[in-house]
């Protein structure tokens, strides 16, 4: 069974960092680039992050590019993300799903965690 399980979420105020975190299983971790996408109340759901399987490309999304910092550990099989500087535009559920970038867009690529909740409170 596949397994993306997301954590770290949770209620900082507006400035303050958070650290999340994806552990996977299931499948050839090593064969998958891995990201982050968000969705906030009443909005579409968008790429935030993908970091390649085996040199470590990332991508980041304009909104979050010198705030997050996407890394993955591919022994344990998690990838995670740090989050600095954190804006209330940041808050919503955040996936981790298998990624790819297409004509420079970030998209799911098939496998989908549950989310994990960011709250910011300006």
């Known amino acids: 069974e596949v397994q993306l399980q997301a954590s770290g979420g949770g209620l900082v105020q507006a400035g303050g960092s958070l650290r999340l975190s994806c552990a996977a299983s299931g499948f050839t971790f090593d064969n998958y680039a891995i990201g982050w996408f968000r969705q906030a109340p009443g909005k579409e759901r968008e790429g935030v992050s993908c970091?390649?399987?085996?040199?470590?490309?990332?991508y980041y999304a304009d909104s979050v590019k010198g705030r997050f910092t996407i890394s993955r550990d591919n022994r344990r099989n998690t990838v995670s993300l740090e989050m600095n500087g954190l804006k209330y535009e940041d808050a919503g559920t955040y996936y981790c799903?298998?990624?790819?970038?297409?004509?420079?867009?970030?998209?799911?690529?098939?496998?989908w965690g549950r989310g994990t909740l960011v709250t910011v409170s300006s």
């Open positions: 970091i390649t399987p085996s040199d470590g490309k990332t």
């Open positions: 799903a298998t990624c790819q970038v297409v004509y420079g867009s970030l998209i799911g690529s098939g496998y």
